[in-house]
Every structure is written in structure tokens, then in C-alpha cells.
């Protein structure tokens, strides 16, 4: 039996009202968290050490993205213990997801995480995003705490193909750092976003290269 089980009504209730409910979905995230709960008391893999705070801060954050995502190839910059990138791949099993991460115990937490729940739909790549030699291979980026939006199309733009975004999520709109994008990069869209359980500001921030 999973041991955060007792955890399953607060994500059930989350995953209804990001419009994800379905069973499956829930027991797979949760055999995802203990995992990631087991691995962090080992290794400090996130910050975050209640498993019922890491519900919200990272499993239903994650997946409030899930509405701009489809089947489609995305590479997830800094993904640190996989988020958003794990939850997204088991939301979305058309999504084929690249994890993005130099650091050698999150890459290694990573591997097992992919091979535990049979991701079959996500890969390690155990590397900095400017390390990552698949130019123009990807519909999309993520990243949830890499950098400012400026730092993350310098070191991810090259990944993505031609009208392919970067989904930003940040707190507050970060209206800095948009206006610091280069000249050739602009903020196409800017989503407010409802995460169950988060007493918080949180934004998406869609950047796309200009058109020529």
C-alpha cells in the first residue's frame, strides 16, 4: 500500500478542479510522491518536506499547466526532482517529455522515477538546457523556477522549433521581466492561474520568438 494514501482525498479533490479527475492519474501520482518523499529524506532532492504541502506546491502546481500542453514534444529546463515535467507526462500520455537536469542526484532520482511508473513518454537528460544539442527539436519548454524569463530562452531557445513557446510559470506577472526579453522574443500571453489549495499568485507566462 502506498504510503501517502491518506493523501489521496486533497488530490482527488485538486485534480477535479483542474478538470484531470480520473483515477488512474491519482494513484500514479501518489506512487510518484512517495517516491520523491522517499528519495528526499536521503538526498534534499526539494525544500519542500511535508508530502501534504508538496500536493499543492508541487503536484497540483505542476499540472495547472496542463491545459497548454498536447501531444507534443516538450523539454522541461531545470527540472530539478521532475516538476512540472513528471506530473505532465502522466497527465498527458501523448506528451513526450525530455527532464532536463544537470545535477547528478536529481538525474539519478530522475532515471528511477521514469523507469518505477514505466513513463514511457519521458526521457533524462543529464545536462544544462545550453548543454542540450537537439536544436530546434522541441514544440515547447517548461520551467518553473529556472530564471528570469531573459536567462531562459538564452540558454533553452535553440531547442525549440519554429513557433515553438516557452511556458514560464511565475508568481506575481512579472512585468520586468518581460520588458527585458531580447528584441527578438515577446511575451505572446500571460495566464493567471487557480492551483487548488495555494493561497498565491501564479502566472504562465507564454514567450514565442517574433516573426520575421
Given at each position: 500500500?502506498?504510503?501517502?494514501?491518506?493523501?489521496?482525498?486533497?488530490?482527488?479533490?485538486?485534480?477535479?478542479?483542474?478538470?484531470?479527475?480520473a483515477?488512474?492519474?491519482?494513484?500514479?501520482?501518489?506512487?510518484?510522491?512517495?517516491?520523491?518523499?522517499?528519495?528526499?529524506?536521503?538526498?534534499?532532492?526539494?525544500?519542500?518536506?511535508?508530502?501534504?504541502?508538496?500536493?499543492v506546491?508541487?503536484?497540483?502546481?505542476?499540472?495547472?499547466?496542463?491545459?497548454?500542453?498536447?501531444?507534443?514534444t516538450?523539454?522541461?529546463?531545470g527540472?530539478?526532482?521532475?516538476?512540472?515535467?513528471?506530473?505532465?507526462?502522466?497527465?498527458?500520455?501523448?506528451?513526450?517529455?525530455?527532464?532536463?537536469?544537470?545535477?547528478g542526484?536529481?538525474?539519478?532520482?530522475?532515471?528511477?522515477?521514469?523507469?518505477?511508473?514505466?513513463?514511457?513518454?519521458?526521457?533524462?537528460?543529464?545536462?544544462?538546457?545550453?548543454?542540450?544539442d537537439?536544436p530546434?527539436?522541441y514544440?515547447?519548454l517548461?520551467?518553473?523556477?529556472?530564471?528570469?524569463?531573459?536567462?531562459?530562452?538564452?540558454?533553452?531557445?535553440?531547442?525549440?522549433?519554429?513557433?515553438?513557446?516557452?511556458?514560464?510559470?511565475?508568481?506575481?506577472?512579472?512585468?520586468?521581466?518581460?520588458?527585458?526579453?531580447?528584441?527578438?522574443?515577446?511575451?505572446?500571453?500571460?495566464?493567471?492561474?487557480?492551483?487548488?489549495?495555494?493561497?498565491?499568485e501564479?502566472?504562465?507566462v507564454?514567450?514565442?520568438?517574433?516573426?520575421?
Amino acid at each position: 500500500m502506498n504510503p501517502l494514501a491518506h493523501l489521496r482525498p486533497a488530490l482527488d479533490a485538486g485534480l477535479v478542479e483542474l478538470g484531470l479527475a480520473a483515477p488512474a492519474l491519482s494513484a500514479r501520482l501518489l506512487d510518484y510522491l512517495a517516491l520523491l518523499d522517499r528519495w528526499n529524506r536521503a538526498y534534499n532532492l526539494t525544500a519542500i518536506r511535508d508530502p501534504r504541502e508538496m500536493v499543492v506546491k508541487h503536484l497540483l502546481d505542476s499540472l495547472a499547466m496542463a491545459p497548454f500542453v498536447g501531444d507534443e514534444t516538450l523539454a522541461d529546463l531545470g527540472t530539478g526532482p521532475g516538476l512540472p515535467g513528471i506530473p505532465l507526462a502522466l497527465a498527458r500520455p501523448g506528451l513526450r517529455v525530455t527532464l532536463v537536469e544537470s545535477n547528478g542526484k536529481k538525474a539519478r532520482f530522475l532515471r528511477e522515477a521514469v523507469r518505477r511508473l514505466g513513463l514511457a513518454n519521458a526521457r533524462v537528460a543529464g545536462c544544462r538546457a545550453e548543454a542540450l544539442d537537439e536544436p530546434g527539436a522541441y514544440d515547447c519548454l517548461t520551467a518553473r523556477a529556472l530564471g528570469t524569463l531573459a536567462e531562459l530562452v538564452r540558454v533553452g531557445g535553440h531547442l525549440l522549433k519554429p513557433g515553438g513557446r516557452l511556458l514560464a510559470m511565475k508568481g506575481l506577472a512579472p512585468a520586468d521581466e518581460i520588458a527585458a526579453l531580447p528584441p527578438d522574443w515577446h511575451a505572446s500571453a500571460v495566464h493567471a492561474l487557480r492551483v487548488p489549495g495555494l493561497d498565491a499568485e501564479r502566472h504562465l507566462v507564454v514567450v514565442t520568438r517574433r516573426a520575421a
